[in-house]
């Protein structure tokens, strides 16, 4: 086993950059690896995770980090052990999938199509895939609301001694985070509750959804992020990974499995979404995939 790092998943850090690097990550589900002391201890936007190389090894490492968590305050109650146990042999014949349609967002080409063509290795694995999706309805405004909030308590007096020394972004959250207003926030949260509603019912006629991690293809590393998609100016410096925040507002269980390689040979990552808490099928079906295509075994070219 070669676990990589973990870390924390807000808007998808333990989705993106695997997604970018042909590896592994997993956004577990909220309370599945306890948080460590934190005065936002009720806060389940952001969640702790692992990235390895394949999925096997992703699995075990959450075995690990997911241990006992009497500290907090929305552990799921469920130590880590379990994930240390075999992901081969299930079976998957008759196990509804839902294929993406376009969410509304703009894609690159390259991605959108190259995640659209593995219904056909789904398909191989005995799934029934119908192209379909919840609504989102929303899920931008919650989530962006609810960053503002966060990113404002943890760098709001930072920033009043440290001006100069945090980057624009942290500027623009926090002075967002500031102008919210107590009814904005219950009104988001509302709003966030329906939209996990609608999940939930969609994900109990489908066990799994499917759609890319984001919606570009790896950028330079001097981009500070992709200005526009497909014609699509970009409002701001995540909406590229819109694909992926979209699942952090409702808390769903997602996995970032590589799937295929663009004509230039850049890494393009799988998102596998499934049902509230079902951390553990996440897992199996992104290990049957991974064994069906082997796509993860190949390594990008060093350009």
């Not at 692992?50 to 699995?59: E, K, M």
């Not at 981009?223 to 909406?239: F, L, W």
């Amino acid at each position: 086993m070669v676990p990589l790092a973990d870390g924390s998943d807000m808007g998808g850090s333990l989705r993106n950059p695997p997604n970018f690097c042909n590896v592994v990550g997993i956004r577990p589900s909220p309370g599945r690896v306890p948080n460590p002391p934190t005065n936002l201890g009720w806060f389940t936007l952001s969640v702790d995770g692992p990235v390895a190389r394949n999925v096997a090894d992703c699995a075990f490492f959450l075995s690990v980090l997911g241990g006992v968590g009497r500290g907090s305050a929305v552990w799921v109650g469920q130590p880590g052990g379990q994930f240390a146990n075999s992901l081969a042999g299930r079976d998957f014949k008759g196990v509804r999938v839902a294929m993406f349609k376009d969410l509304g967002l703009p894609w690159e080409p390259a991605v959108r199509d190259a995640v659209k063509a593995q219904r056909n290795v789904f398909e191989a694995l005995g799934c029934v895939v119908e192209e379909a999706e919840p609504d989102f309805k929303d899920a931008n405004e919650c989530f962006l609301m609810w960053r503002h909030w966060s990113v404002e308590l943890g760098f709001g007096d930072i920033l009043e001694a440290n001006a100069d020394k945090l980057n624009e972004y942290v500027h623009w959250h926090v002075q967002e985070g500031r102008k919210l207003t107590g009814p904005q926030l219950s009104r988001a949260e509302a709003k966030r509750t329906e939209l996990y509603q609608r999940v939930r019912q969609f994900m109990e006629k489908y066990e799994f959804f499917l759609l890319p991690v984001n919606q570009v293809l790896p950028f330079n590393v001097k981009t500070h992020y992709p200005a526009e998609i497909a014609g699509v100016k970009m409002e701001n410096y995540i909406a590229w990974m819109k694909s992926a925040y979209y699942i952090s507002a409702v808390g769903n269980p997602a996995m970032s499995v590589p799937c295929a390689f663009s004509k230039g040979g850049l890494p393009i990552g799988l998102q596998i979404v499934g049902r509230h808490n079902d951390d553990w099928g996440v897992l199996q079906m992104g290990y049957a995939f991974e064994q069906a295509t082997n796509v993860a075994s190949q390594r990008p070219p060093i350009v």
